[in-house]
């Protein structure tokens, strides 16, 4: 018999495999989302605006949230939120990975951003296989007129080979608290600020584990900074290695380096998919029989 958290990420995966998008309403309580905004006010309003006609010349955006604000773990280790994300991602890897955590401010007078897919950061085809999700958790209301995210429902999968979407972009009302995750195949795109306030967010992406991300984890969260993580969060930020023997350090699990790796040398360990380690030990074993 299922949780009442297996169902809703049962739910909430057939959705996103069917639209191309979900929102959970009630993903996290307004309040906290309220404190992660007062632990980031001061970069959004330090941080300068965007360089280039797509990152956006009257945009903000930063990275690294995890260390600007602790509270914004929860955003990331949301158990529904990783439990849907896990579900459409691990039919194609051995574990997910972050590919960003970044802080999004559209102001007054943003236009229109270009339609885009994030899985084209990555020279990949479109079809079955999905490459990222994204979850984009609002810190203040998202609508029409204020830049909230377009979608174009349907637009995912084999459909992202079509020029064209067949049908016409939503841009729902999201309000601080409720989570809106769209795949990398989904087309989108920030809508156009046409109100006198900031519109502010947050985006958090989980790619396959063997792609290279969007944000460089180790310049962004070092050891000395990753030590102080829950262990699932330096996995993610790449802290262990994805099979076979991707992402390994001197041969070896990155994650010594949280456990007081003093400098010595190491031994390469295999690290090894089932199908690869029996075919190795049959090979193996076939030598040593030979005459």
């Not at 280790?77 to 991602?89: D, R």
């Not at 960003?100 to 229109?112: D, F, K, N, V």
């Not at 994204?134 to 459909?159: A, D, E």
Request: proline share 10%.
């Amino acid at each position: 018999m299922m949780t009442a958290l297996e169902t809703r990420i049962g739910f909430h995966a057939a959705e996103l495999r069917e639209q191309g998008y979900t929102i959970i309403p009630d993903a996290m309580s307004p309040m906290a989302v309220s404190a992660i905004h007062a632990d980031l006010w001061e970069d959004f309003e330090r941080t300068p605006f965007g360089t280039g006609v797509f990152y956006g010349e009257t945009t903000k955006r930063f990275g690294r949230l995890p260390v600007r604000s602790e509270q914004s773990q929860a955003l990331i280790l949301h158990p529904l939120v990783t439990g849907i994300v896990k579900s459409i991602l691990s039919p194609w890897c051995d574990r997910i990975q972050l590919n960003t955590t970044q802080a999004i401010s559209l102001h007054p007078g943003a236009p229109e951003q270009l339609p885009h897919r994030d899985q084209d950061m990555w020279r990949v085809e479109p079809g079955e296989k999905e490459y990222l999700v994204n979850v984009m958790w609002p810190l203040t209301p998202f609508h029409g007129g204020n830049g909230g995210t377009r979608l174009w429902p349907g637009s995912h999968g084999i459909h992202a080979c079509e020029p064209v979407p067949t049908g016409p972009a939503i841009a729902p009302d999201l309000a601080p608290g409720s989570a809106l995750l769209f795949l990398g195949s989904t087309l989108h795109a920030a809508g156009a600020n046409q109100s006198n306030t900031e519109r502010r967010g947050i985006v958090i992406g989980y790619a396959l584990g063997w792609l290279k991300p969007y944000e460089n984890p180790w310049l962004a969260y070092p050891p000395e900074v990753a030590r102080g993580f829950p262990r699932e969060l330096a996995e993610l930020a790449g802290y262990v290695q994805h099979r076979p023997n991707l992402g390994n350090f001197e041969g070896q699990c990155p994650s010594i380096l949280l456990e007081g790796y003093a400098g010595e040398p190491l031994g390469a360990i295999d690290a090894l998919r089932p199908d690869q380690q029996a075919a190795a030990q049959a090979f193996l074993d076939a030598e040593r029989r030979a005459p």
